[in-house]
């Protein structure tokens, strides 16, 4: 790599399902899924070093959030190789990963940074990029949000994720808290738990409206049967003053709440580690709407 490279910058930015509903499982392994999905303002910055005559090597390395492969076999690194698997394109590719969206937290940092290396890699194929839903075609068998991210607006995806239709709505003008507990859910047993779970008393998983939209996760039922303080995390969340409404983001662990304005969340971030301890991780953001592609 003794050439200078072309080097690039990404926003790679978290999201939250606003809904989730699970239709049931599909004949390929994975599940039927309805979801509006948001990208947020709480993002990974991803930087590119491209060699344009290389060999088609990728090195990675991260910093910041723990929890993330800090090589090639990372998000990232598996979205460089599949497109350069993709384009033809034989491509010299370093990766750098500042991460700050934690990682199995349901906010889909990993396809974030993998949607934001497509797109960067695309970009900059100008003579013969990959069309739009070849791109998608790519990101969708790397995980089913990439396709989502890729695009970077709000969307209600369908199938398994990557059939999207952008929204247009009021999402924008919502402020949320973001809240981690200290563990990760697995995303693969979520689902695999769905069908089985049952609600636990006394929790309310129903619709709750915000600016005309339901929300609901269907996920919330396995994931808080085994994980119950998340369970009480939600309703104690949606009992506090300033919150419109709280869900669980994804197949969890984070669990967001709406905010009446903007500013809120620092004073609830406190309240939730008085109530919940200081190794739950809180972060206040806003829902974004600008297109990536």
């Given amino acids: 790599m003794s050439e200078n490279p072309v080097v690039l910058h990404e926003r790679a930015p978290a999201k939250i399902n606003v809904f989730l509903r699970v239709l049931g499982k599909r004949e390929d392994g994975f599940h039927e899924v309805e ?18 005559h290389g060999k088609g ?25 599949a497109w350069l698997d993709a384009s033809g394109a034989r491509y010299d590719v370093e990766i750098s990963l500042r991460k700050v969206i934690p990682a199995g937290a349901g906010l889909g940092g990993g396809s974030s940074d993998a949607a934001a290396v497509l797109r960067s890699l695309n970009g900059l194929s100008d003579g013969d990029p990959l069309s739009t839903d070849k791109l998608y075609e790519v990101g969708a068998n790397l995980g089913s949000d990439v396709p989502f991210l890729i695009a970077g607006v709000p969307a209600l995806c369908k199938g398994r994720g990557e059939k999207i239709t952008p929204h247009t709505g009021s999402l924008s003008r919502w402020s949320v808290l973001l809240v981690k507990p200290p563990f990760g859910i697995s995303t693969p047993e979520a689902y695999g738990r769905w069908k089985e779970s ?17 929300l609901v996760n269907d996920l919330e039922r396995p994931v808080f049967e085994k994980f119950l303080v998340l369970a009480r995390l939600k309703t104690w969340l949606r009992e506090q003053e300033g919150v419109k409404a709280a869900l669980m983001s994804g197949s969890g662990a984070t669990v967001y709440a709406i905010l009446e304005r903007e500013g ?19 972060r206040e953001s806003r829902i974004s709407g600008v297109s990536r592609l």
Avoid: H
Wanted: hydrophobic fraction near 40%; glycine fraction near 12%.
């Fill in 198 to 214: 049952v609600e636990i008393p006394n929790v309310d998983y129903g619709q709750q409206l915000v600016d005309g939209i339901g």
């Fill in 35 to 52: 979801t509006l999905m948001a990208p947020i303002e709480l993002e990974d910055e991803v930087t590119l070093k491209v060699y344009l």
């Fill in 57 to 81: 090597r990728i090195r990675c390395k991260v910093e910041g959030m723990a929890g993330v492969p800090a090589d090639e076999s990372n998000l990232a690194g598996q979205a460089a190789r």
């Fill in 264 to 282: 809120l969340g620092g004073e609830l971030g406190k309240r939730v580690a008085e109530e919940f301890g200081e190794s739950f991780w809180t």
